[in-house]
C-alpha cells in the first residue's frame, strides 16, 4: 500500500488533485465527498491546509502513475471509493474513473467490472474480498 513516508509530496498531492477534478465533475458537491478527500489527504500525510491549496493549482499536479503495483491498485481504489462517497455513481465521475484507471495502467474491463461493483453496492458497504478477488483475477 501506499507509504505516506516513503510516496513523493508530488504524488499525494497530484492524488488529491485528481480526486477534487473527480470532485467537479459531479453534479452535486456533498459535503461527504470533501471529507473522504480530506480523510486521505490526512492518510497520505497532507493537511486540510494542503487540500486547500493543491484546490486551486489542480493542473500543477499531474500523476507519474507508480511503477508498484500495489501502490496503482491503491490510487485506484481510491477513485472507486470516493465515487460511492456520495451514495450516487454519476455517469460522468465514471468515464472519469475509468480514464484515470487506464493512465494507471489497468484495463478498462477491471476498473469497469470493479465500478459494477460498487453500483450493486451503492447503499450498502462494499465487501473488500469482492473488489480483491476482482483485482486477483485481472492481475498478473
Do not use: C, W
Not at 500523476?63 to 500495489?70: F, W
Request: glycine content about 4%; overall charge negative.
Amino acid at each position: 500500500m501506499l507509504d505516506p513516508i516513503s510516496t513523493p509530496d508530488h504524488a499525494k498531492k497530484a492524488i488529491i488533485a485528481l480526486l477534487l477534478k473527480l470532485k467537479d465533475v459531479d453534479a452535486t458537491e456533498t459535503p461527504s465527498e470533501l471529507g473522504y478527500i480530506l480523510h486521505v489527504a490526512l492518510q497520505l500525510g497532507l493537511n486540510e491546509e494542503d487540500v486547500y491549496e493543491i484546490q486551486g493549482k489542480r493542473n500543477d499536479y499531474p500523476l507519474k502513475p507508480p511503477t508498484e503495483e500495489r501502490d496503482r491498485v491503491m490510487i485506484l481504489y481510491y477513485f472507486l471509493f470516493f465515487m460511492n462517497a456520495d451514495g450516487h455513481i454519476d455517469e460522468k465521475e465514471e468515464r472519469l474513473v475509468k480514464t484515470f484507471g487506464f493512465r494507471l495502467g489497468f484495463r478498462p474491463e477491471l476498473t469497469n467490472d470493479l465500478i459494477s461493483i460498487l453500483k450493486e453496492h451503492a447503499s450498502q458497504a462494499v465487501p473488500p474480498d469482492k473488489l480483491l478477488d476482482k483485482i486477483k483475477a485481472y492481475l498478473n
